[in-house]
């Protein structure tokens, strides 16, 4: 059974910072890019960042770009969104998300997600 299980979600203030984490387990993710999406209250999942297998390329949204870090350790099968000088339009749940090999922003090209984590940013 694939699994992928957020954590570190919570209530912080504006200016405050969060780091998310995704703990992959199940199957070998071996190849895998690994990306964080979020979705806030009626409106669709949006992409948030990207890392490929290697670390080597990643990609952010622009509005979390300088502010948001996303990084992985594969021994751990373990990736993270470091989110520092949040703002409440921040505020959503955050989901990880696998596919094979390409990195990419977009919502329908991943397999595998987990439930999500709750961000609440407060003005």
């Known amino acids: 059974q694939v699994q992928l299980l957020e954590s570190g979600g919570g209530l912080v203030q504006a200016g405050g910072s969060l780091r998310l984490s995704c703990a992959a387990s199940?199957?070998?993710?071996?190849?895998?890019?690994m990306g964080w999406f979020r979705q806030a209250p009626g409106k669709e999942r949006e992409f948030v960042s990207v890392?490929?297998?290697?670390?080597?390329?990643?990609y952010y949204a622009d509005s979390v770009k300088g502010r948001f870090t996303i990084s992985r350790d594969n021994a751990k099968n373990t990736v993270y969104l470091q989110m520092n000088s949040l703002k409440p339009e921040d505020t959503a749940v955050y989901y990880c998300?696998?596919?094979?090999?390409?990195?990419?922003?977009?919502?329908?090209?991943?397999?595998?997600w987990g439930q999500g984590t709750q961000v609440t940013v407060s003005s």
């Open positions: 199940g199957r070998s993710f071996i190849g895998y890019a």
């Open positions: 998300a696998a596919r094979p090999l390409v990195p990419t922003m977009t919502v329908e090209e991943y397999n595998y």
């Open positions: 890392i490929s297998w290697s670390g080597g390329t990643t």
